[in-house]
């Protein structure tokens, strides 16, 4: 049974926007963290960004470079992921993750469960 399940992507043009959410429906009272990875055709999945449910600490990724955003929503289960000033290197399957703790960084192997993915493309 999914548990992570992402919706709002879609085809944009360069420099426009989108907003990705993730649901958890299995999230716990515990502390962990929530990621948000992409996978390009024929590239290797990459970390774009991860935040805590609790505090709410980010990290991103270098090439986010202040255009993408991260937030959640405890009372709604939900993450989310503002894209800006998209360009056509950012096209690809964008997914939720989540850490098997607090843990917020790039290493997958840290994450325990991960959403099915939306795509988003950017043409120029």
């Known amino acids: 049974q999914a548990q992570l399940k992402e919706h709002g992507g879609g085809s944009v043009q360069t420099g426009d926007s989108l907003s990705l959410s993730c649901v958890d429906s299995g999230r716990s009272t515990a502390d962990y963290g929530m990621a948000w990875f992409r996978q390009a055709p024929g590239k290797l999945r990459e970390f774009v960004g991860g935040?805590?449910?609790?505090?709410?600490?980010?990290m991103y990724a270098d090439f986010v470079r202040g255009r993408f955003t991260m937030s959640r929503d405890a009372a709604k289960d939900t993450v989310y992921l503002q894209l800006n000033s998209l360009k056509p290197d950012d096209t690809a399957v964008y997914s939720c993750?989540?850490?098997?703790?607090?843990?917020?960084?790039?290493?997958?192997?840290?994450?325990?469960?991960w959403g099915p993915g939306t795509q988003v493309t950017v043409s120029s």
């Open positions: 993750a989540r850490a098997r703790a607090g843990f917020i960084g790039p290493g997958i192997d840290h994450y325990g469960a």
């Open positions: 935040i805590t449910w609790r505090g709410g600490a980010t």
